[in-house]
């Protein structure tokens, strides 16, 4: 009985594979019409990843300055079974037509597509030397029962140690160097935070009852040598520190208004704003949601509320030397 089972199994085996090769392909002949350029990659010097418009047929690609545009021999990747014109074998000369090359695509049924591919010279905007113009709180429980405040830390003195506070910050200078870029588009670097003739930094400790250490909130740049990385899709700038710990901001060139508008609610209907003059710029940090922060209602309306119980917002303002 055995040998009868093994031998119809077999048969059934056989059978199954000699359907499956006398299945016919249902793609075999079938020529594909597909022009289209999908991405399009280059040797060196690209910021993040070309951008492919199918609709208008162009690519658009982000290349550091400086980079050599005269010899470029690109990663094309066409539809399925096209061909490239220019080959991408072949290099070719950006510099000598606006920084445009024009490709056309052939489909394996002959049919073409012209196809515009544009390098656009890149430069880090955040790169320079600055020097710190102020540092500002916005702060406060229930800002829509007027609870809220945005000043700057050296208008409250009192607060603050009076050697090594907040003012200490003011004659420093910060420095951000370019070094390269992901493969995501993320420009990054190399920071310095030099201390200025004073040779001191901020020790951001608020000194009212009771006495408390917020460096955790304010503490957002290292001191002396760290890194930073700018993601361009999230819109932010993140330094990171000697011990690997980072603090995540945003880069605001002037001119830029950050507002909190409670002005259809609560009873003081007011609007709470800090402004970035034209020529100036500000490292802002959200402090919202921050581990120790939190409302507090029996402290509403005080300096301790304000920097230590529920602070909102962060700038570090700064004015470009070079």
Same mark, same amino acid.
């Given at each position: 009985?055995?040998?009868?089972?093994?031998?119809?199994?077999?048969?059934?085996?056989?059978?199954?594979?000699?359907?499956?090769?006398?299945?016919?392909?249902?793609?075999?002949?079938?020529?594909?019409?597909?022009?289209?350029?999908?991405?399009?990659?280059?040797?060196?010097?690209?910021?993040?990843?070309?951008?492919?418009?199918?609709?208008?047929?162009?690519?658009?690609?982000?290349?550091?300055?400086?980079?050599?545009?005269?010899?470029?021999?690109?990663?094309?990747?066409?539809?399925?079974?096209?061909?490239?014109?220019?080959? #991408?074998?072949? &290099?070719?000369?950006?510099?000598?037509?606006?920084?445009?090359?024009?490709? %056309?695509? +052939?489909? *394996?049924? /002959?049919?073409?597509?012209?196809?515009?591919?544009?390098?656009?010279?890149?430069?880090?905007?955040?790169?320079?030397?600055?020097?710190?113009?102020?540092?500002?709180?916005?702060?406060?429980?229930?800002?829509?029962?007027?609870?809220?405040?945005?000043?700057?830390?050296?208008?409250?003195?009192?607060?603050?140690?009076?050697?090594?506070?907040?003012?200490?910050?003011?004659?420093?200078?910060?420095?951000?160097?370019?070094?390269?870029?992901?493969?995501?588009?993320?420009?990054?670097?190399?920071?310095?935070?030099?201390?200025?003739?004073?040779?001191?930094?901020?020790?951001?400790?608020?000194?009212?009852?009771?006495?408390?250490?917020?460096?955790?909130?304010?503490?957002?740049? #290292?001191?002396? &040598?760290?890194?930073?990385?700018?993601?361009?899709?999230?819109?932010?700038? %993140?330094? +990171?520190? *000697?011990? /690997?710990?980072?603090?995540?901001?945003?880069?605001?060139?002037?001119?830029?208004?950050?507002?909190?508008?409670?002005?259809?609610?609560?009873?003081?209907?007011?609007?709470?704003?800090?402004?970035?003059?034209?020529?100036?710029?500000?490292?802002?940090?959200?402090?919202?949601?921050?581990?120790?922060?939190?409302?507090?209602?029996?402290?509403?309306?005080?300096?301790?509320?304000?920097?230590?119980?529920?602070?909102?917002?962060?700038?570090?303002?700064?004015?470009?030397?070079?």
């Amino acid at each position: 009985m055995k040998t009868i089972y093994s031998k119809c199994f077999t048969l059934l085996i056989i059978a199954a594979v000699g359907f499956t090769a006398c299945k016919k392909d249902p793609f075999d002949g079938v020529q594909t019409n597909e022009r289209s350029i999908e991405a399009y990659t280059l040797p060196e010097g690209q910021i993040g990843p070309a951008v492919v418009d199918q609709e208008g047929s162009s690519v658009t690609i982000k290349v550091l300055e400086g980079t050599d545009l005269t010899k470029v021999k690109a990663i094309v990747q066409a539809s399925y079974k096209a061909t490239v014109s220019p080959s #991408p074998d072949q &290099e070719v000369n950006f510099a000598a037509s606006n920084n445009k090359v024009v490709y %056309t695509i +052939t489909s *394996e049924k /002959g049919e073409t597509r012209e196809w515009t591919v544009e390098l656009v010279p890149f430069q880090e905007t955040i790169i320079g030397t600055y020097s710190v113009t102020d540092l500002v709180v916005y702060g406060g429980t229930g800002p829509e029962w007027g609870g809220g405040g945005v000043l700057k830390m050296t208008d409250k003195p009192w607060v603050w140690p009076a050697d090594g506070g907040p003012q200490a910050e003011l004659d420093n200078t910060l420095t951000m160097e370019f070094t390269g870029a992901t493969a995501e588009g993320n420009t990054y670097g190399k920071f310095v935070n030099s201390a200025g003739a004073d040779g001191k930094y901020a020790d951001f400790r608020f000194i009212g009852n009771p006495q408390t250490d917020v460096n955790k909130f304010y503490r957002v740049m #290292p001191k002396g &040598e760290g890194t930073w990385t700018r993601n361009y899709a999230e819109g932010t700038v %993140t330094f +990171t520190f *000697e011990d /690997g710990s980072t603090k995540v901001g945003y880069f605001r060139e002037g001119p830029y208004t950050y507002k909190d508008d409670y002005s259809s609610s609560g009873n003081m209907k007011d609007v709470y704003s800090k402004a970035v003059a034209a020529g100036n710029a500000s490292f802002e940090f959200n402090l919202v949601g921050a581990p120790g922060t939190a409302d507090d209602w029996g402290s509403i309306y005080n300096d301790i509320d304000k920097f230590v119980k529920r602070p909102r917002r962060f700038w570090v303002d700064v004015k470009r030397t070079n």
